[in-house]
C-alpha cells in the first residue's frame, strides 16, 4: 500500500547518471566540467565568516542576481535565482501549468521535463524534433493548448542548437510561456537572451554547473520579464538559496572571465573528439554543448558496456530513436586521449 498520491506512486522518477563507488572510473556521463572553478570560488569558500551561518541567508539571492544582471546587461528584477536550474524548472510548472493543464516539452531531450510534468498532474504533450533533430517549423501547433513549452538549446542529450529564427517564431506563435532552457549556452557559438526583449512571455535559464565548473554548488538563473519573474517568486521557497551558496557563486559570475578559458579548453577538446570518433567510424551528430552524441559502428549498448568495464563511463539512453547513440562527456585532454585509445581498440576488433 502507498500512502502517496496515486500519481507519484506509479511513476518511477528521474534517473541520474550514475555516480559511482568503490571503484574508480572515468566519469564522462554527466556533463561535469573537467576544470576548477575560479580561483575567486576557492577564495571566498576559505575566508567566508562561519559564524554568520546561524543566520537566515538573503531571500532573494540579491548579490548572485545583480552580478548575474551585470554580466548578462538585463535588470536584476529580470533574474530568479534556484537550487540549481532543476529547481527552477520545478517552479516554471508550479507557477504556469495548473494540474491537468497542458504542459509541452520536446522529445528526445532532458528526461527531467516528463517527469515534472508528472509529479504536477499535467498533461503532458511532446513535440517530436525533425528527423535532424531540430525544433520543427509548426512547433507552436503541435504545443497547441500547453500553457508552458520547455525546449533544452543546446539539446540534450543530442548536444545540437537550433536555429534561433525558428525558437523566435515558436515564442511569437505559441500562446504561453516559452522556456529556453540553456545549461549548455556557453559552450555554444550564440544564445537567446536577446529573445527577452523581443517577447514577453520568454524565459532563459542558465546554470553554474557546467560551464563555471560548480555542479556540486547547485545554483541555476531564470531570466524573463519582471512581471513574469515576480509571478515565480511566489512559489519559490523563502530561502532556496542557501547563505555559502549565495557567496560562491557570486565570485564565480564575477570571474567569468576563468569560465570561458575553460571553455575555450574544452571547445577545442570537443572538436578533436569529434573528428577522432569520425575517423573510427562513429556518427556524430553536430554538437554546441560539453559532450558528444555518438553512433558508434557497434551496438551502442555493447559499446557502453564494454567501455565501463574498461573504466569509462559514458551515458547510454535505451529509448526511442536514440538507442544507437551513446553521449560523451568532455573531460579533460588526458582522459580523452585515454578514452579513444580504448575507442580504437572496441572499434577495430574483430575487424
Not at 62 to 70: K, P, T
Not at 286 to 305: H, L
Not at 319 to 345: K, N, Q
Request: proline share 7%; net charge neutral.
Amino acid at each position: 500500500m502507498s500512502y502517496a498520491r496515486p500519481t507519484i506512486a506509479r511513476i518511477a522518477g528521474y534517473t541520474p547518471g550514475e555516480q559511482p563507488k568503490g571503484r574508480r572510473l572515468i566519469k564522462l556521463n554527466t556533463n561535469e566540467n573537467p576544470y576548477p572553478p575560479s580561483p575567486m570560488v576557492a577564495d571566498a569558500l576559505q575566508h567566508f565568516p562561519a559564524e554568520r551561518l546561524k543566520l537566515y541567508p538573503v531571500p532573494g539571492a540579491d548579490s548572485v542576481r545583480e552580478a548575474a544582471a551585470e554580466l548578462f546587461g538585463i535588470d536584476s528584477r529580470q533574474i530568479l535565482c534556484g537550487n540549481g536550474s532543476d529547481d527552477l524548472l520545478t517552479i516554471a510548472l508550479r507557477t504556469f501549468v495548473d494540474q491537468g493543464g497542458g504542459f509541452a516539452y520536446t522529445e528526445p531531450s532532458y528526461s527531467l521535463y516528463p517527469v515534472l510534468a508528472d509529479i504536477q498532474g499535467a498533461r503532458k504533450i511532446p513535440v517530436a524534433l525533425d528527423e535532424n533533430f531540430m525544433l520543427p517549423e509548426n512547433a507552436a501547433e503541435l504545443a497547441a493548448g500547453a500553457a508552458l513549452f520547455i525546449m533544452a538549446r543546446p539539446n540534450a542529450p543530442t548536444g545540437n542548437s537550433f536555429p534561433k529564427a525558428r525558437v523566435a517564431k515558436l515564442c511569437r506563435e505559441f500562446a504561453g510561456v516559452v522556456w529556453v532552457d540553456e545549461a549548455y549556452a556557453d559552450f555554444a557559438n550564440d544564445n537567446c537572451l536577446d529573445l527577452l526583449g523581443q517577447f514577453p512571455n520568454v524565459v532563459v535559464s542558465r546554470t553554474l554547473s557546467k560551464s563555471y565548473s560548480l555542479a556540486g554548488l547547485r545554483l541555476g538563473l531564470a531570466c524573463a520579464a519582471p512581471e513574469l519573474i515576480a509571478e515565480m517568486d511566489k512559489v519559490r521557497d523563502s530561502y532556496n538559496i542557501d547563505m555559502l551558496t549565495q557567496a560562491l557563486a557570486t565570485a564565480a559570475i564575477k570571474d567569468s572571465a576563468a569560465m570561458r578559458e575553460n571553455v575555450r579548453r574544452i571547445r577545442a577538446s570537443r572538436e578533436k573528439l569529434c573528428g577522432e570518433m569520425l575517423a573510427m567510424g562513429c556518427d556524430v551528430l553536430p554538437s554546441e554543448a560539453n559532450f558528444i552524441f555518438a553512433k558508434p559502428p557497434r551496438p551502442a549498448a555493447e559499446v557502453f558496456q564494454a567501455l565501463r568495464e574498461r573504466g569509462f563511463l559514458v551515458r547510454y539512453f535505451n529509448l526511442p530513436r536514440i538507442s544507437d547513440y551513446i553521449r560523451i562527456t568532455i573531460g579533460s585532454e588526458e582522459d580523452m586521449a585515454a578514452f579513444c585509445a580504448v575507442c580504437r581498440e572496441l572499434f577495430t576488433a574483430g575487424k
